[in-house]
């Protein structure tokens, strides 16, 4: 029994060196730790993480040798996997059934009496906020404040220019400070002195 | 809620809290080796693109396409399938847009080696993961092939556990002499093929992966001359049941003091699927006095068949799992009883616990099955 597929690859698949194979095996078992980190962040849903990685390194897998001439590797492919997101939730219609993985299971049934809101987390609440911020919103504040990447970083994997990242940044600190009543900070200030 | 923390802080905490609940990597690592360097090595086709493991399945939950209709039932499903219609259909998720799914082909070989017409399942498909797999296998038919008029069948080869729960379906289009033409769903996709759709030259294998996020559509089409096997878009017919979208109770059981059922009620307004047993603890206090023994039936009813089935809870729909209690197999004549049960669903997942009392010898549950009754 045969098959044949249509993936759309590279020619150069057909001529990949062993030696490229192991580099590329080294960075799947080596990196899809962090990459799925970041698409779960991204996508908050395991399953669609789980795809956005493994499509993104198959994707990338015939191309590995611009990987692997990158000056960065983990950044190159940490950005193709963020525009993939991007680009793939700007084609989703509205009518995409999407349910939020944070409440897995069932809740407590409380005892009457007691005010289930007081139960509920800052941070439940500051992670629900970030699944209302836009993709791009999401995907800014993931880069910047998960990873710790500079503002310029940040609008290298985003392909635009570091004061959209900044004003990505700030809408999305502005949404997510509803969420408490927080210590002044001077990180948080300098973004959000810019909202507009 | 007020913190001593900045904002910031806050915000890079709940980050790193959540980046936990990532999936773990290692079966993404297998199958992206198994796409790429896997599948360039093991291809027999001259073009290195193929992926001969996976054939003609884009295992995705990116959705395109339209639902098939009406289902030709398979294993254990009559009562879900009859649910499953009720309604759902507005409910659906059907994107307009195509995703990047591939389009694959699976053909059958120049050289057939099967030639000695064994009529059996396709070996493959007996092959579970684990020796102490359990196989089940049926057969949906007959898939006639329009050109020369011979007919196929679809054979469904399901692997389980010990207690009846699906580790993985094989889907095989079968010739006539039972030689495998096509491998529609690897099982080592750890999909749980639930029925089968023919409809002319097109084939819907419904499938369940809580992994995958719920109950998927993967249709195929046949070629006219029954060689080729050309798969669709996928579509999600449901996401996983989660504890936003249901309501859990324990109510008294068809036989009074020996039986309780474990409800659990779809509130939201979408389908959604579950499949498996909820685990039920008896508790005194806080200590457990008995966790319920996972079995497929029992004396009082359960499940009819060795498959715990798949359940797809349209909008209002209410699944059931029987538990059965045994008052007196403690030795002594007498049972102790529980203050409290515990009730979780699905994984991971947060617990429902009742203030219900429930002598804790003989404790077994059953599958969750479609209605009120705890057995299909």
Same mark, same amino acid.
């Given at each position: 029994?045969?098959?044949?597929?249509?993936?759309? *690859?590279? %020619?150069?698949?057909?001529?990949?060196?062993?030696?490229?194979?192991?580099?590329? /095996?080294?960075?799947?078992?080596?990196?899809?730790?962090?990459?799925?980190?970041?698409?779960?962040?991204?996508?908050?849903?395991?399953?669609?993480?789980?795809?956005?990685?493994?499509?993104?390194?198959?994707?990338?897998?015939?191309?590995? /040798?611009?990987?692997?001439?990158?000056?960065?590797?983990?950044?190159?492919?940490?950005?193709?996997?963020?525009?993939?997101?991007?680009?793939?939730?700007?084609?989703?219609?509205?009518?995409?059934?999407?349910?939020?993985?944070?409440?897995?299971?069932?809740?407590? *049934?409380?005892?009457?009496?007691?005010?289930?809101?007081?139960? *509920?987390?800052?941070?439940?609440?500051?992670?629900?906020?970030?699944?209302?911020?836009?993709?791009?919103?999401?995907?800014?504040? *993931?880069?910047?404040?998960?990873?710790?990447?500079?503002?310029?970083?940040?609008?290298?994997?985003?392909?635009?220019?570091?004061?959209?990242?900044?004003?990505?940044?700030?809408?999305?600190?502005?949404?997510?400070?509803?969420?408490?009543?927080?210590?002044?900070? /001077?990180?948080? %200030?300098?973004?959000?002195?810019?909202?507009? | 809620?007020?913190?001593?923390?900045?904002?910031?802080?806050?915000?890079?905490?709940?980050?790193?809290?959540?980046?936990?609940?990532?999936?773990?990597?290692?079966?993404?690592?297998?199958?992206?080796?198994?796409?790429?360097?896997?599948?360039?090595?093991?291809?027999?086709?001259?073009?290195?693109?193929?992926?001969?493991?996976?054939?003609?399945?884009?295992?995705?939950?990116?959705?395109?396409?339209?639902?098939?209709?009406?289902?030709?039932?398979?294993?254990?499903?009559?009562?879900?399938?009859?649910?499953?219609?009720?309604?759902?259909?507005?409910?659906?998720?059907?994107?307009?847009?195509?995703?990047?799914?591939?389009?694959?082909?699976?053909?059958?070989?120049?050289?057939? #080696?099967?030639?000695?017409?064994?009529?059996?399942?396709?070996?493959?498909?007996?092959?579970?993961?684990?020796?102490?797999?359990?196989?089940?296998?049926?057969?949906?038919?007959?898939?006639?092939?329009?050109?020369?008029?011979?007919?196929?069948?679809?054979?469904?080869?399901?692997?389980?556990?010990?207690?009846?729960?699906?580790?993985?379906?094989?889907?095989?289009?079968?010739?006539?002499?039972?030689?495998?033409?096509?491998?529609?769903?690897?099982?080592?996709?750890?999909?749980?093929?639930?029925?089968?759709?023919?409809?002319?030259?097109?084939?819907?294998?419904?499938?369940?992966?809580?992994?995958?996020?719920?109950?998927?559509?993967?249709?195929?089409?046949?070629?006219?001359?029954?060689?080729?096997?050309?798969?669709?878009?996928?579509?999600?017919?449901?996401?996983?049941?989660?504890?936003?979208?249901?309501?859990?109770?324990? #109510?008294?059981?068809?036989?009074?003091?020996?039986?309780?059922?474990?409800?659990?009620?779809?509130?939201?307004?979408?389908?959604?699927?579950?499949?498996?047993?909820?685990?039920?603890?008896?508790?005194?206090?806080?200590?457990?006095?008995?966790?319920?023994?996972?079995?497929?039936?029992?004396?009082?009813?359960?499940?009819?068949?060795?498959?715990?089935?798949?359940?797809?809870?349209?909008?209002?729909?209410?699944?059931?799992?029987?538990?059965?209690?045994?008052?007196?197999?403690?030795?002594?004549?007498?049972?102790?009883?529980?203050?409290?049960?515990?009730?979780?669903?699905?994984?991971?997942?947060?617990?429902?616990?009742?203030?219900? #009392?429930?002598?804790?010898?003989?404790?077994?549950?059953?599958?969750?099955?479609?209605?009120?009754?705890?057995?299909?």
């Amino acid at each position: 029994m045969g098959v044949v597929g249509t993936l759309d *690859v590279d %020619s150069d698949l057909a001529a990949s060196p062993s030696g490229r194979n192991e580099r590329f /095996a080294a960075f799947v078992r080596t990196r899809t730790d962090t990459l799925m980190k970041t698409a779960f962040l991204l996508t908050r849903n395991g399953p669609d993480a789980e795809e956005l990685v493994q499509d993104n390194l198959v994707w990338l897998y015939p191309r590995w /040798a611009q990987v692997e001439a990158a000056e960065h590797q983990l950044a190159y492919v940490r950005k193709a996997m963020v525009n993939r997101f991007l680009a793939g939730k700007r084609k989703m219609s509205a009518t995409e059934v999407h349910f939020d993985e944070s409440f897995d299971g069932f809740a407590e *049934v409380l005892p009457p009496g007691r005010d289930e809101t007081a139960e *509920v987390d800052a941070r439940d609440q500051m992670w629900r906020e970030l699944g209302v911020l836009s993709e791009r919103q999401r995907a800014a504040i *993931v880069l910047r404040f998960f990873h710790d990447l500079p503002d310029a970083e940040v609008a290298e994997a985003l392909d635009c220019r570091v004061g959209t990242v900044r004003s990505l940044i700030s809408r999305a600190l502005n949404t997510l400070r509803t969420t408490g009543n927080f210590a002044d900070d /001077a990180v948080g %200030s300098y973004y959000l002195r810019n909202v507009t | 809620m007020t913190t001593n923390r900045s904002l910031t802080e806050e915000l890079q905490s709940v980050l790193r809290a959540h980046s936990l609940d990532a999936p773990e990597p290692s079966a993404a690592i297998d199958d992206i080796l198994a796409r790429t360097i896997e599948a360039d090595s093991s291809d027999e086709q001259p073009a290195p693109r193929s992926r001969p493991r996976v054939l003609g399945l884009p295992l995705r939950p990116a959705i395109v396409g339209v639902a098939a209709s009406v289902a030709i039932v398979l294993v254990g499903a009559a009562v879900v399938n009859t649910a499953r219609h009720k309604g759902s259909t507005a409910s659906t998720a059907s994107l307009s847009e195509g995703s990047a799914a591939a389009t694959q082909q699976n053909r059958v070989g120049a050289a057939d #080696k099967n030639s000695s017409g064994d009529s059996a399942a396709p070996s493959a498909a007996a092959e579970c993961a684990r020796p102490s797999d359990r196989v089940s296998a049926s057969t949906v038919g007959p898939l006639t092939v329009p050109q020369t008029g011979a007919r196929l069948s679809v054979v469904v080869t399901t692997c389980t556990d010990a207690s009846g729960v699906a580790t993985g379906s094989q889907v095989d289009v079968v010739s006539q002499t039972g030689s495998s033409l096509a491998t529609l769903v690897d099982r080592t996709r750890a999909i749980q093929a639930d029925f089968v759709i023919v409809e002319g030259t097109r084939i819907t294998v419904r499938g369940y992966s809580a992994r995958l996020g719920g109950a998927f559509d993967y249709p195929f089409t046949m070629s006219p001359d029954g060689t080729a096997f050309t798969a669709g878009p996928t579509q999600r017919y449901a996401a996983n049941c989660v504890a936003d979208n249901v309501r859990v109770s324990i #109510k008294n059981g068809p036989i009074r003091d020996r039986t309780q059922l474990v409800q659990v009620v779809n509130t939201d307004i979408y389908p959604c699927a579950l499949a498996g047993y909820p685990t039920v603890t008896a508790l005194s206090g806080s200590t457990t006095r008995a966790v319920a023994a996972a079995t497929i039936a029992g004396p009082s009813g359960g499940v009819s068949g060795s498959v715990a089935p798949v359940v797809v809870l349209t909008p209002g729909a209410v699944a059931t799992a029987l538990v059965e209690l045994d008052t007196q197999t403690d030795g002594t004549g007498v049972c102790p009883a529980s203050d409290r049960v515990r009730v979780s669903v699905g994984a991971p997942a947060r617990t429902v616990t009742i203030p219900v #009392k429930l002598p804790v010898c003989g404790l077994q549950v059953h599958p969750l099955v479609p209605g009120e009754t705890g057995s299909n």
